[in-house]
């Protein structure tokens, strides 16, 4: 499944760059986690084409959002609305329409917890319970470079210590991923995404490895594109370095 999500994320912004990154993909940690909010901005980078996209996107959302109680979502919803009255307001009801999703399907992922306790009082003294058990999480910002960068971090009690899921693969694709070359308007905004996660998760979080995957499958797609333009730029000068030269 996983294999596949990676190579459907890959269509709509590096048609070449899908089968490489299937290859890639076995050495991925994690690489199933997250399927929903992947899903999710797949269909927004290509809901310009077809408003379904649109209740695509914001489906995969709501069960992202049910299967993980994740603040940034919530970021990210109001970023989808900004880039949706910026370059394509005629899905703007849609998106609206589309929104409702997120509560009704959160509401229906809890059906177990209103069986039980049949009010919405005490499920919502629930929810801002999770809230303030989400604010005590530990913050120590940077801490997810070095632990991208070195597989090492520092943990609650200030040790430094080994992330298991590291590999080598890992720094090697960021840093491939944040060349911006030859952009267009999904890449822009797919970099976008990345760049505001990212700058969630280096300040607001304890930066261990699983808030690095949920956007680690886009950084895999950025690092793949960079390195199909690096390898087209690298043959188009072979090419004319091996072509004979006219002989007036």
């Known amino acids: 499944m996983g294999i596949w999500l990676n190579f459907g994320i890959s269509i709509p912004v590096v048609l070449p760059g899908s089968l490489i990154l299937t290859i890639f993909h076995g050495f991925i940690p994690n690489r199933n986690m997250c399927l929903a909010r992947n899903l999710k901005e797949v269909f927004f980078l290509i809901s310009r084409k077809q408003s379904l996209y649109i209740y695509l996107s914001q489906f995969f959302s709501a069960v992202a959002f049910a299967i993980r109680f994740f603040p ?127 700058l969630y998760v280096l300040l607001l979080t304890d930066g261990v490895a699983k808030f690095i995957m949920p956007v680690f499958p886009f950084l895999a797609v950025l690092a793949i594109k960079n390195i199909s333009i690096i390898y087209s730029i690298i043959r188009i000068w072979i090419v004319l370095k091996l072509k004979p030269l006219r002989i007036k």
């Open 72 to 198: 940034f979502l919530l970021i990210l919803e109001l970023f989808m609305l900004v880039i949706i009255l910026l370059k394509n307001k005629k899905n703007l009801p849609h998106f609206f329409i589309a929104s409702f999703f997120i509560p009704l399907i959160y509401l229906v992922s809890h059906i177990s917890f209103f069986i039980y306790h049949p009010q919405l009082s005490l499920f919502l003294r629930h929810k801002i319970w999770m809230l303030s058990w989400f604010r005590g999480t530990p913050v120590l910002p940077g801490n997810l470079l070095r632990n991208i960068i070195t597989g090492r971090l520092y943990d609650t009690r200030g040790l430094l210590t080994a992330n298991k899921e590291w590999s080598p693969l890992q720094p090697i694709i960021f840093l491939l991923a944040l060349l911006p070359l030859r952009l267009s308007f999904n890449l822009f905004i797919l970099y976008l995404i990345t760049f505001i996660y990212f």
